[in-house]
């Protein structure tokens, strides 16, 4: 019993430190900056420098707004990504385009290497002048805002 009662803070301790380390090293990283020439579709590039993978939750436009359509794209270095108003069109498809809510970002996919990469395509009906991507990492939930500006 005795033990019990070194171990519980011993572990409480453990479990804060590893909250604070991630929650002030949030693993998301933005590479790839594109947008259309009137900014109704964008491209995010992002990374993910944990080590576990990070699920996307959410991706919203402007002042909170939902987009018309939101994607994941994965490619690599070589084919890198497409800025496209339709995702069906006969140049999209030699891209791939998944939901975003399927596509866990694997861990170690950084921005600088070469492989696999990933990117969130957005289509909206207006301009888009920022991107909020809210997502999920060991349990903790995490929002990241890019600027689009010209």
């Known amino acids: 019993m005795k033990k019990l009662w070194i171990i519980a803070p011993i572990l409480i301790i453990i479990i804060a430190i590893i909250y604070s380390f991630v929650k002030l090293n949030p693993p ?10 009137d900014q109704k579709s964008v491209v995010v590039g992002i990374g993910n420098n944990g080590f576990r993978k990070l699920k ?8 909170d707004e939902k987009p018309l359509k939101a994607k994941v794209q994965v490619s690599d270095n070589l084919k890198g990504f ?13 891209y791939v385009f998944k939901n ?13 290497k070469k492989g696999e990469i990933y990117g969130v395509s957005i289509i909206h009906n207006k301009a888009i ?12 939930s995490f929002a990241k805002t890019v600027p689009f500006d010209k």
Request: net charge negative; no cysteine; charged share 25%.
């Open 28 to 37: 998301l990283e933005i590479g790839t900056l594109a947008s259309g020439k």
């Open 56 to 63: 996307i939750l959410n991706v919203f436009v402007n002042n």
């Open 82 to 94: 497409i800025i496209t108003d339709d995702y069906n069109n006969e140049e999209s498809k030699k």
């Open 100 to 112: 975003i809510e399927s596509v866990p970002i694997k861990a170690g996919i950084s921005l600088d």
């Open 129 to 140: 002048h920022k991107v909020h991507i809210k997502y999920s990492y060991l349990g903790i």
